[in-house]
T-cell receptor, first 113, second 112 residues
Framework: EAGVTQFPSHSVIEKGQTVTLRCDPI?????LYWYRRVMGKEIKFLLHFVKESKQDESGMPNNRFLAERTGGTYSTLKVQPAELEDSGVYFC???????????FGSGTRLTVV | GNSVTQMEGPVTLSEEAFLTINCTYT??????LFWYVQYPGEGLQLLLK?????DKGSNKGFEATYRKETTSFHLEKGSVQVSDSAVYFCALSEGGGFKTIFGAGTRLFVKA
């Protein structure tokens, strides 16, 4: 089966610009998660979708971040306007049975300059 | 709140050496425990898991046992290879949505 696909793999944008990250989960996986790792620190939870609904968005840092999951398929994470501290690697993961673990994408490395 | 603490790296070993990466956790309830691995240039991959106390997860020669009495889930491998060089993350999942909390990661270098 195809894995979790994320794109772009890298993005370099200027402070104040907008960036949209996309994640295509494994087909049939209702659960979709976004995480990020900043400056080599812990991987931090951002939010969790079950199908198209936001189950838990407690990790979203502020209202500059907006996540959507259209029709319960792919998801986008928009950062608008981007700030320097948003730089990091953004990971998407999906799961059919979360208590047994996730399948991660390769991540999007975002650099805000 | 729930948390995961793992040994700081980097860990440098020679090929065929024994590997232990310590991981302890703090959690309410009965979380599932995981080890994920990130090879250079790739995303995280689930290495092994344990869903209840005393379970042993194993994969690719790696093992970890869910020890509730010591709140630990240490990763071990009897003989490492150069190809095991990667960053290893200990993690636990919690709650109905199974949000996963990760440790800081331990980088392993294996020398030929």
């Amino acid at each position: 089966e195809a894995g979790v696909t994320q794109f772009p793999s890298h993005s370099v944008i200027e402070k104040g610009q907008t960036v949209t990250l996309r994640c295509d989960p494994i087909s049939g996986h209702d659960n979709l998660y976004w995480y990020r790792r900043v400056m080599g620190k812990e991987i931090k939870f951002l939010l969790h979708f079950v199908k198209e609904s936001k189950q838990d968005e407690s990790g979203m840092p502020n209202n500059r971040f907006l996540a959507e999951r259209t029709g319960g398929t792919y998801s986008t994470l928009k950062v608008q306007p981007a700030e320097l501290e948003d730089s990091g690697v953004y990971f998407c993961a999906s799961s059919q049975v979360p208590r047994y673990g996730y399948t991660f994408g390769s991540g999007t490395r975002l650099t805000v300059v | 709140g729930n948390s995961v603490t793992q040994m700081e790296g980097p860990v440098t070993l020679s090929e065929e050496a024994f590997l232990t990466i310590n991981c302890t956790y703090t959690a309410t309830g009965y979380p599932s425990l995981f080890w994920y691995v990130q090879y250079p240039g790739e995303g995280l991959q689930l290495l092994l898991k344990a869903t209840k106390a005393d379970d042993k997860g194993s994969n690719k020669g790696f093992e970890a046992t869910y020890r509730k009495e010591t709140t630990s889930f240490h990763l071990e491998k009897g003989s490492v290879q150069v190809s095991d060089s990667a960053v290893y993350f200990c993690a636990l999942s919690e709650g109905g949505g199974f949000k996963t909390i990760f440790g800081a990661g331990t980088r392993l270098f294996v020398k030929a």
